[in-house]
C-alpha cells in the first residue's frame, strides 16, 4: 500500500513537469498563430483599409487559439453598439486566448482598446509594438523551452524521489 | 427610425416609437440627449450623454472602423445607414486633422416629403437647361426640397444625374438608394461633387445635374464646367437669401458667373416653411 501511495505521489510530480510542458508548448502555439494572424491584419489594414468586422471574419479561417479568438469575435460583432468593440475583443480574449502570460495578455488587450477606434497610422504602430512584443516572446519561450523543460522535469522527478524516500 | 438603430440600448427605448417630425437627434458629453424638433431641442432621456456613449455610436455607425471613414471625419461628418452623422470634438493638431476625440454628435434625419414645393415645379422645370439655387440658413429644408424636385423632375421627363456626396440625399446604404429620386435619375454617392459632376457628365449624358451644398471652390469649377458643357444645374447652399449669398466671397463669384438664374428662398422652420422663388440677375 505504501509503495503504491509512493510511486502515486511519484508519478504525480512527473505529471505536474509534464503538464508544465504542455502548458509552455500550447502557449508557443498560440503566440505563433496569434503573430501570424497580426501580422495577416496589418496588411490587410494597411494594403486595403477594411472594415475590423471583415477582417475578424477572414481571420476566424486561421488555424488554433488565433482563428478561435477571431472567430468568438466575429460573433460577437451584431453586439457592436450594446458594448464597444474593445469590451467584445476582451470577452473573446478570455475564452481563447488563455495560454498567454499576464504581460502578453495586457498587451493585446491594448491593441483591443486601439483598433477601430483611431486613426489608421495610429492603429497600425499599435499593431506592429504588440506584433513585436508577442514575437520577442516567442522567440524567447522556444530558445528557453529545452533548458526548462530539462530543468523542470529533473526538478519534478527529484521532488518525486525525495517524497518517495521520505514515505518508503 | 434607423438613427435610433444607433443609439446605445436605454436611449432607443427612451424614444417613443414612431415619433414624427425628428429632424435630427443630438447627443453631446455631459448633457441629456435631445431631439431635434421644429427648430426646437428637447431631452428625450435624463441620462446624461457620457463620451462612451458617443464612441459607441460611432463604433456602431463605422462597424468598428472609424480609419475607414477617416476622410468623411475630416470633413466633420460621417454617414451610416443613409444617415449623416456630424461630429465635433477635439481635433488632432497639424496637418493630420481628424479627431482625438468626441464631444458632439448630431444625427441627422434624412426626410422623404411628398408634395412639397409644387408650386415651384413649373418655374423650376422651365429653368432645367439653366441653374437653379435653393437657399436657405442651415436646417431649413433644402436638402428634402431638393430631393423631391429631383424626383418629380426626373419622373416628368428629365434625366438628372445625382451627386451625392454625402448620402444625404439618396440616403442609400447599399447599391439602391433608399429614397425614390425619381425614374430617370443616376446616382453616384460617395464621391466629391466636383469629381462625380465630371463622371456623370463623361459617362450618362445627363441633361440636369443635381447636387447638395455648394461649399468649397472645386464645386464652383464643376459647376462652370457642366454649366459650360449645356447641362442644367440644380444645386443647394448656405445663404438665406441672394444678398446674403453675395456676403461670402464664393458665393459672389458664384452668383456673377451668372449660370443660376433662379433661387428658391426657403424662409421659417418646421411646418410652416414658406418658399419664394427669385429670379437673380448678374
Same mark, same amino acid.
Given at each position: 500500500?505504501?509503495? %503504491?501511495?509512493?510511486?502515486l505521489?511519484?508519478?504525480?510530480?512527473?505529471?505536474?513537469?509534464?503538464v508544465?510542458?504542455?502548458?509552455?508548448?500550447?502557449?508557443?502555439v498560440?503566440?505563433?498563430?496569434?503573430?501570424?494572424?497580426?501580422?495577416?491584419?496589418?496588411?490587410?489594414?494597411?494594403?486595403?483599409?477594411a472594415?475590423?468586422?471583415?477582417l475578424?471574419?477572414?481571420l476566424?479561417?486561421?488555424?488554433?487559439? %488565433?482563428?478561435?479568438?477571431?472567430?468568438?469575435?466575429?460573433?460577437?460583432?451584431?453586439?457592436?453598439?450594446?458594448r464597444?468593440?474593445?469590451?467584445?475583443?476582451?470577452? %473573446?480574449?478570455?475564452?481563447?486566448?488563455?495560454?498567454?502570460?499576464?504581460?502578453?495578455?495586457?498587451?493585446?488587450?491594448?491593441?483591443?482598446?486601439?483598433?477601430?477606434?483611431?486613426?489608421?497610422?495610429?492603429?497600425?504602430a499599435?499593431?506592429?509594438?504588440?506584433?513585436k512584443?508577442?514575437?520577442d516572446?516567442l522567440?524567447?519561450?522556444r530558445?528557453?523551452?529545452?533548458?526548462?523543460?530539462?530543468?523542470v522535469?529533473? #526538478?519534478?522527478?527529484?521532488?518525486? #524521489?525525495?517524497?518517495?524516500?521520505?514515505?518508503? | 427610425?434607423?438613427?435610433?438603430a444607433?443609439? =446605445?440600448g436605454?436611449? /432607443?427605448?427612451?424614444?417613443? =416609437?414612431?415619433?414624427?417630425? &425628428?429632424?435630427?437627434?443630438?447627443?453631446?458629453?455631459g448633457?441629456?440627449?435631445? @431631439?431635434?424638433?421644429?427648430g +426646437?431641442?428637447?431631452?428625450?432621456?435624463?441620462?446624461?450623454?457620457?463620451q462612451?456613449?458617443?464612441?459607441? &455610436?460611432?463604433?456602431?455607425?463605422?462597424g !468598428?472602423? @472609424?480609419?475607414t &471613414?477617416?476622410?468623411?471625419?475630416?470633413?466633420?461628418?460621417?454617414?451610416?445607414k443613409?444617415? /449623416?452623422?456630424? *461630429?465635433?470634438?477635439?481635433?488632432? =493638431?497639424g496637418?493630420?486633422?481628424?479627431?482625438?476625440?468626441?464631444?458632439?454628435?448630431?444625427?441627422?434625419?434624412?426626410?422623404?416629403?411628398?408634395?412639397?414645393?409644387?408650386e415651384?415645379?413649373?418655374?423650376?422645370?422651365e429653368?432645367?437647361?439653366?441653374g437653379?439655387?435653393?437657399?436657405?440658413?442651415p436646417?431649413?429644408?433644402?436638402?428634402?426640397l431638393?430631393?423631391?424636385?429631383?424626383?418629380?423632375?426626373?419622373?416628368?421627363?428629365?434625366?438628372?444625374?445625382?451627386?451625392?456626396?454625402?448620402?444625404e440625399?439618396?440616403?442609400?446604404?447599399?447599391a439602391? $438608394?433608399?429614397?425614390?429620386?425619381?425614374?430617370?435619375?443616376?446616382?453616384?454617392?460617395?464621391?466629391?461633387?466636383?469629381?462625380?459632376?465630371?463622371?456623370?457628365? /463623361?459617362?450618362?449624358?445627363?441633361?440636369l *445635374?443635381?447636387?447638395?451644398?455648394?461649399?468649397?471652390?472645386?464645386?464652383?469649377?464643376?459647376?462652370?464646367?457642366?454649366?459650360?458643357?449645356?447641362?442644367?444645374?440644380? !444645386?443647394?447652399?448656405?445663404?438665406?437669401?441672394p444678398?446674403?449669398?453675395r @456676403?461670402? $466671397?464664393?458665393?459672389?463669384?458664384? @452668383?456673377?458667373?451668372?449660370?443660376?438664374?433662379?433661387?428658391v428662398?426657403?424662409?421659417?422652420?418646421?411646418?410652416? /416653411? +414658406?418658399?419664394?422663388? +427669385?429670379?437673380?440677375?448678374?
Amino acid at each position: 500500500m505504501r509503495t %503504491a501511495a509512493a510511486l502515486l505521489v511519484l508519478l504525480g510530480s512527473l505529471l505536474g513537469g509534464a503538464v508544465w510542458q504542455r502548458g509552455q508548448r500550447r502557449r508557443i502555439v498560440c503566440l505563433s498563430g496569434l503573430s501570424r494572424a497580426l501580422s495577416r491584419l496589418e496588411a490587410e489594414l494597411t494594403g486595403k483599409n477594411a472594415s475590423l468586422p471583415a477582417l475578424a471574419a477572414l481571420l476566424a479561417g486561421e488555424e488554433g487559439a %488565433a482563428g478561435a479568438f477571431f472567430s468568438a469575435l466575429s460573433e460577437m460583432i451584431p453586439e457592436l453598439g450594446e458594448r464597444s468593440f474593445r469590451q467584445l475583443w476582451c470577452e %473573446a480574449m478570455e475564452g481563447e486566448l488563455c495560454a498567454l502570460n499576464d504581460s502578453e495578455i495586457c498587451a493585446v488587450r491594448e491593441l483591443g482598446a486601439v483598433l477601430g477606434r483611431y486613426p489608421l497610422d495610429m492603429q497600425l504602430a499599435s499593431l506592429s509594438r504588440c506584433r513585436k512584443l508577442l514575437d520577442d516572446h516567442l522567440e524567447q519561450a522556444r530558445r528557453k523551452l529545452p533548458d526548462d523543460a530539462r530543468l523542470v522535469w529533473g #526538478l519534478s522527478a527529484a521532488c518525486g #524521489l525525495f517524497l518517495l524516500i521520505i514515505l518508503l | 427610425m434607423r438613427a435610433a438603430a444607433l443609439l =446605445p440600448g436605454d436611449y /432607443r427605448q427612451a424614444l417613443c =416609437p414612431g415619433e414624427l417630425g &425628428v429632424e435630427e437627434i443630438r447627443l453631446r458629453c455631459g448633457r441629456a440627449p435631445t @431631439l431635434l424638433c421644429d427648430g +426646437r431641442e428637447r431631452p428625450f432621456s435624463e441620462r446624461l450623454c457620457r463620451q462612451e456613449d458617443l464612441l459607441l &455610436v460611432l463604433e456602431k455607425a463605422s462597424g !468598428a472602423s @472609424l480609419h475607414t &471613414v477617416e476622410d468623411e471625419l475630416r470633413g466633420g461628418y460621417l454617414s451610416a445607414k443613409g444617415l /449623416r452623422i456630424g *461630429v465635433c470634438g477635439r481635433m488632432l =493638431p497639424g496637418e493630420r486633422r481628424g479627431f482625438q476625440s468626441f464631444s458632439s454628435l448630431a444625427l441627422r434625419i434624412p426626410r422623404e416629403c411628398r408634395g412639397i414645393g409644387k408650386e415651384l415645379l413649373p418655374a423650376v422645370r422651365e429653368n432645367a437647361a439653366g441653374g437653379t439655387l435653393i437657399l436657405s440658413a442651415p436646417g431649413g429644408g433644402k436638402t428634402t426640397l431638393l430631393r423631391e424636385m429631383i424626383r418629380r423632375l426626373s419622373d416628368g421627363g428629365v434625366r438628372i444625374g445625382v451627386v451625392d456626396e454625402r448620402f444625404e440625399l439618396s440616403a442609400a446604404g447599399d447599391a439602391s $438608394p433608399g429614397f425614390d429620386l425619381g425614374c430617370r435619375s443616376d446616382v453616384l454617392t460617395g464621391v466629391s461633387k466636383a469629381e462625380g459632376a465630371m463622371l456623370l457628365l /463623361r459617362s450618362l449624358n445627363p441633361q440636369l *445635374v443635381a447636387m447638395d451644398e455648394i461649399t468649397r471652390r472645386e464645386d464652383l469649377e464643376a459647376v462652370i464646367e457642366l454649366a459650360g458643357c449645356g447641362v442644367g444645374i440644380l !444645386a443647394t447652399a448656405h445663404a438665406a437669401d441672394p444678398d446674403r449669398m453675395r @456676403l461670402r $466671397p464664393l458665393y459672389r463669384e458664384l @452668383l456673377d458667373t451668372g449660370i443660376f438664374q433662379l433661387a428658391v428662398c426657403i424662409e421659417g422652420q418646421g411646418s410652416a /416653411r +414658406r418658399y419664394r422663388l +427669385r429670379e437673380l440677375c448678374t
